[in-house]
């Protein structure tokens, strides 16, 4: 079964940065998109950024662009999502998600708090 695992999650102040990992195991993937959604309090989930391992393309939310980076490392079926500029509207839980040949896949949430 397609696992993700993520972490990295934490309390920080505005303006500081923190790096988001998640880990997939279980499947095949070479050819899927796989990134991170979140879901603050009270708000629906939106997703936040993902690239696809199939063509390279790197979506971002407007809100995130230019503050965040998702990066993969294809050795270790490993996505990050560096996210630096923090502010208080980002706080939320992150889910990292993986489609896969027509499947969602979800890990569990990691929370990043945002102080102002």
């Known amino acids: 079964d397609v696992q993700l695992q993520a972490s990295g999650g934490g309390l920080v102040q505005a303006g500081g940065s923190l790096r988001l990992s998640c880990v997939a195991s279980?499947?095949?993937?070479?050819?899927?998109?796989i990134g991170w959604f979140r879901q603050a309090p009270g708000k629906e989930r939106e997703r936040v950024s993902c690239?696809?391992?199939?063509?390279?393309?790197?979506y971002y939310t407007d809100s995130v662009k230019g503050r965040f980076t998702i990066s993969s490392d294809n050795a270790k079926n490993t996505v990050y999502l560096q996210m630096n500029s923090l502010n208080p509207e980002d706080t939320a839980v992150y889910f990292c998600?993986?489609?896969?040949?027509?499947?969602?896949?979800w890990g569990k949430g990691t929370l990043v708090t945002v102080s102002s």
């Open positions: 279980g499947g095949t993937f070479d050819d899927c998109s």
């Open positions: 998600y993986a489609h896969i040949t027509g499947i969602d896949y």
């Open positions: 690239i696809s391992k199939y063509d390279g393309m790197i």
